[in-house]
């Protein structure tokens, strides 16, 4: 099985991890937003990104399993404020 991974790291001895793409994670991030305003329009109040337990999102806020150098990157509160930064997009999105 191959998944998506911030920089290639396994997490999981049977998953053959890939780096993801700048662009790979923007399609992503997109994806994510599209999905939450399908939910606001389905008529949910909210949803929530789950963003623990080393699933994708949990991966790129750890160091140990993000090693980029770009945007999508780095170490303490430039770390953050990315995270942050991506996820304007779904406060855009929806009402």
């Not at 329009?41 to 949990?58: K, P, R």
Request: charged share 15%.
């Amino acid at each position: 099985m191959q998944g998506a991974s911030p920089s290639g790291f396994a997490m999981r001895a049977d998953v053959a991890p890939f780096s993801m793409s700048p662009k790979q994670i923007d399609v992503m991030v997109s994806d994510f937003v599209v999905a939450a305003a399908r939910a606001a329009e389905a008529g949910f109040d909210g949803v929530e990104i789950h963003g623990a337990h080393f699933y994708l999102i949990s991966q790129f806020l750890s160091p140990l399993t993000n090693q980029r150098d770009d945007r999508y990157g780095g170490d303490g509160v430039a770390h953050i404020l990315n995270q942050f930064r991506a996820l304007q997009p779904f406060h855009l999105g929806c009402p």
